[in-house]
């Protein structure tokens, strides 16, 4: 039988020793493997300067945690039938001490493959319920702040994040957990046994890039899936005409139909946001409302837009 995928490095132009050599033919097969499987790959300088990043980037991640890099961004999302925000998705951003601002496609990839995930996600959560019981507190209104969570967080041990809920006396409604389709495919216990508990405790859970993997309608039902994130892409390309258009309405129906709300992501312009409202999409989220905020910048967003009270004190949380 053939491999499924070949991998090719060549003596002597791109090393001279049989150990490099074995290492770039290694680089080449990760690559092909990237571009999926039965296909083949020659090894290339580039390839050498991306892995050698990817190390520098684990090792320098290790730190991060201890070294009190990271933090979060909040970007509002808003219900469109009334303008009321009453939710935000936290996104991680991690700042690095010589290269500034870091986004989450650098290094959260990297992270899984290290299992450093775990505990950054564990973090992240943890500094998103401070929050949300600030402002639940101080704003008095019901808030729910979502935290995206990788499919290895699912597998990992991991703190348990309902008891934690349950020692802060907070509603688990206060958390939306955003996974990805391809989790659901993924039938491991543990991942079933996570999913239940936090049905069981009233966390809600939405599908993050709905639309972009390998959508199984029967899983969304099967695991009491609260809420559809619509993919930027489709919301991208909308216009009353398009195939993207026809795309939103169905799944905005479907999902409706079977109990969910929807999110529409990427939202960037006056038209977008027309045409979702007349499909009658629940939730909207994109730079044409706000761009990701910290904690202080978002509660002088809520003041603007006349969400919450002016005498009401800043409380960012702190870990
Ligand atoms: P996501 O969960 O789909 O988050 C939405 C991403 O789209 C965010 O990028 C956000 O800044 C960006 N975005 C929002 N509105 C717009 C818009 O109108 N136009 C454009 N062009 N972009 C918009 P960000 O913060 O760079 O995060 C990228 C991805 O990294 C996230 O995608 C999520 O998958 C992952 N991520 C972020 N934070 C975490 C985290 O704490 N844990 C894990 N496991 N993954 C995270
Ligand atoms: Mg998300
Ligand atoms: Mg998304």
Known sequence: MFPQVLRATFFPEDASSADI?????????????????????????????????????????????????????Y????????GNIHKAEALIRWQHPEQGTIYPAEFIAIAEETNLITDIGDWVFKQAVNQVALWQTNFDIEFQIS??????????????????????????RSIIVEITENLLLDMHELVIEKLLNFRDAGVQVAIDDFGTGYSSLSYLKKFDID??????????????????????????????????????EGVETDSQKQLLV??????????FFSKPLTADKFEAFLLQQGQI???????????
Not at 75 to 82: D, K, S
Not at 280 to 285: K, L
Not at 309 to 319: E, V
């Open 21 to 73: 050599l074995m290492k770039n033919a290694d680089q080449a097969m990760y690559a092909a493997k990237n571009n999926g499987r039965n296909c083949w790959s020659c090894f290339t300088s580039n390839m050498r300067a991306a892995s050698e990043i990817r190390s520098k980037t684990a090792y320098e991640l290790r730190d991060a945690l201890r070294n009190q890099q990271f933090y979060l961004m």
């Open 75 to 82: 970007q509002p999302i808003l219900e469109l039938a009334t």
């Open 147 to 172: 935290v995206n969570k990788s499919p290895k967080q699912f597998i990992n041990k991991m703190s348990n994040w309902v008891n934690h809920l349950r020692e802060l006396e907070l509603n688990g």
């Open 227 to 264: 809420y559809l994130k619509i993919d930027r892409s489709f919301i991208s390309n909308l216009d009353s005409e398009s195939n993207d258009s026809i795309l939103c309405e169905a799944i905005i129906s479907m999902a409706h139909r079977l109990g969910m709300k929807v999110i529409a």
């Open 278 to 287: 007349a499909m009658g999409c629940d939730y909207a989220q994109g730079y």
């Open 309 to 319: 009270n002016p005498y009401i004190q800043s409380s960012t949380a702190i870990l």
